[in-house]
T-cell receptor, first 113, second 116 residues
């Protein structure tokens, strides 16, 4: 079955430190990959997406992610986090453009002063 | 822009009653909308895919007679939770696919349903 695994349920980090949120997916076919952020009691906002082309994808709020086909990973990174980055982050995969999304379990990023 | 709204943002209803949640794409037309359910501290689970003018496609395990979906226009899809029970309490989120953005999904702000 197709699945997405976010390896860390919670990631505490100090302000201005770098962070990496890990995401692995299971697939032997081409995929489209996404990272979303969710603030409390709100919907999802797209941070970035990989559809094709360059494996390094830059998104909003200083986030970036790298698609690694051999490791079936799409880890999210930010070199220096802010308090305002505290939120839940979801990795998602789609197996056709515009198709349904399969979400990972989510990673709670907690940025402390 | 691509704005998706949901109404209401929160609702409390008594067990046994029905409640309707609206999902609107405000500045674009969406032939496809999706309905998700999210339990506290958990991920989003796709409930159904709603296509304008046709019947919704439900995911395995989702009761179509309990969660009625209507996609009557290119900007509106509704989810009706019939005969609601406390276990239906959840956060319901919709998304709308924007065709000129490769059918990228834009998410609504969610509706918090509490059944007492």
């Amino acid at each position: 079955a197709q699945s997405v695994t976010q390896l860390d349920s919670q990631v505490p980090v100090f302000e201005e430190a770098p962070v990496e949120l890990r995401c692995n997916y299971s697939s032997s076919v081409s995929v489209y990959l996404f990272w979303y952020v969710q603030y409390p009691n709100q919907g999802l906002q797209l941070l970035l997406k990989y559809l094709s082309g360059s494996t390094l994808v830059k998104g909003i709020n200083g986030f970036e992610a790298e698609f690694n086909k051999s490791q079936t990973s799409f880890h999210l990174r930010k070199p220096s986090v802010h308090i305002s980055d505290t939120a839940e982050y979801f990795c998602a995969v789609s197996y056709n453009q515009g198709g349904k999304l399969i979400f990972g379990q989510g990673t709670e990023l907690s940025v402390k002063p | 822009g691509a704005v998706v709204s949901q109404h209401p943002s929160w609702v409390i209803c008594k067990s046994g009653t029905s409640v309707k949640i609206e999902c609107r794409s405000l500045d674009f037309q969406a032939t496809t909308m999706f309905w998700y359910r999210q339990f506290p501290k958990q991920s989003l689970m796709l409930m159904a895919t709603s296509n304008e003018g046709s019947k919704a496609t439900y995911e395995q395990g989702v009761e179509k007679d309990k969660f009625l979906i209507n996609h009557a226009s290119l900007t509106l899809s509704t989810l009706t939770v019939t005969s609601a029970h406390p276990e239906d309490s959840s956060f319901y989120i919709c998304s709308a696919a924007k065709r000129d953005r490769g059918n990228e999904q834009y998410f609504g702000p969610g509706t918090r349903l509490t059944v007492t």
